[in-house]
């Protein structure tokens, strides 16, 4: 196995083993009485209720079909405070697991610490990302048969930071390193690519975890040249149900004579810590052959927190 699969193996399993392991709640933290809350517990059981009274070490929860409870808050794994938008004409929406991600890109909204993902897309791409601290995440990905068939695999390394200010607004900026493949073993990539590609882009996010848009602005350098343009960013996605989602990613990219713009759109299906986009990509030259563009699917998977 390739070291770079190696090593992005070896932090997804590290960040899932990271979840199991993870402290129970502070009782410090618990709400005031009369919150709604959703307690996930060690064992894995959930309960949804209010909090009646609150003592050292125990949550009595009134619940709509167990009635009261007596809760140790040793037992608690993990509690939601479930006022705002989390209910919604008496029914619990989880929180969207994909609140900062697009497709590709993401949103300037940070990782929480100690919480990531996996994603898969058509079954050969494979990245993590990782929050590492409340405004810092790392991520990573490979083409899986490039690792095998090339000299120089498809892979890339990403370092963002997001700083969320105001109740709506996050600002923040993203480097990454995409490594080129070279599938005929002469080096001609090599030695006009010589390190890859170096993109770095800054962000401007508005908008709450369910309905969110994003302007970005990047430069790349490839090889030891420069670009002299940057490229634009715009991208957003809305909750239009409990289990559903729109999104898209749009690039408008400097060429030669002007540019070129590439649109990625489509829906999201979510679950609790699970997400499916199926999505198009689409340019004015695809579209003269697919009008609604090239499909593609990705799944995710959210861990830590």
């Known amino acids: 196995m390739r070291p770079l699969c190696l090593a ?36 894995g059981s959930v309960y949804l209720g209010e ?30 405070d479930l006022s705002g938008e989390k209910m919604r004409k008496g029914q619990y929406w989880f929180e969207n ?5 697009y497709f590709l890109g993401q949103s300037a909204q940070p990782l929480r610490k100690g919480e990531g993902y996996y994603q898969n897309i058509w079954v050969f791409f494979n990245a993590a990302h990782y929050g590492i601290t409340k405004n810092i995440s790392v991520g990573g990905g490979f083409e899986f048969l490039s690792t095998f068939a090339a000299q120089t695999p498809i892979f890339f390394l990403s370092a963002k930071a997001g700083f969320p200010f105001g109740q709506r607004s996050s600002a923040g900026a993203t480097i990454r390193y995409l490594n080129i493949a070279d599938f005929g073993g002469d080096d001609d990539i090599e030695t006009d690519l010589a390190g890859g590609i ?42 239009v149900g409990k289990r ?32 499916f986009d199926l999505v198009f990509l689409n340019h004015p030259e695809i579209a003269k052959v697919i009008f609604i563009g090239i499909p593609m699917v990705d799944f995710v998977f959210k861990f830590g927190k």
């Open 51 to 80: 909090i009646i009274s609150h003592e050292t070490g125990i949550i009595r929860l009134k619940t709509a079909n167990l009635g009261t409870l007596q809760v140790p808050t040793i037992n608690i794994k993990r509690l939601e």
């Open 244 to 275: 559903m989602g729109l999104l898209t990613e749009n690039y408008i990219v400097p060429i030669d004579n002007g540019v070129e713009a590439i649109f990625i759109y489509g829906m999201r299906f979510m679950g609790e810590r699970i997400s």
């Open 8 to 43: 992005l193996l070896l932090l997804a399993f590290g960040c899932l083993s990271h979840q199991s392991v993870q402290a129970q709640i502070d009782p410090n933290s618990v709400p005031e009485v009369g919150t709604m809350v959703r307690l996930t517990m060690t064992d």
């Open 198 to 239: 170096f993109l770095g882009t800054a962000q401007y996010t508005y908008g709450t975890s369910d309905h969110n848009l994003t302007a970005g602005i990047g430069y790349g350098v490839a090889g030891k040249e420069a670009a002299d343009r940057p490229v634009f960013v715009l991208s957003g996605q809305t909750r």
């Open 97 to 101: 697991p994909s609140y900062n991600r």
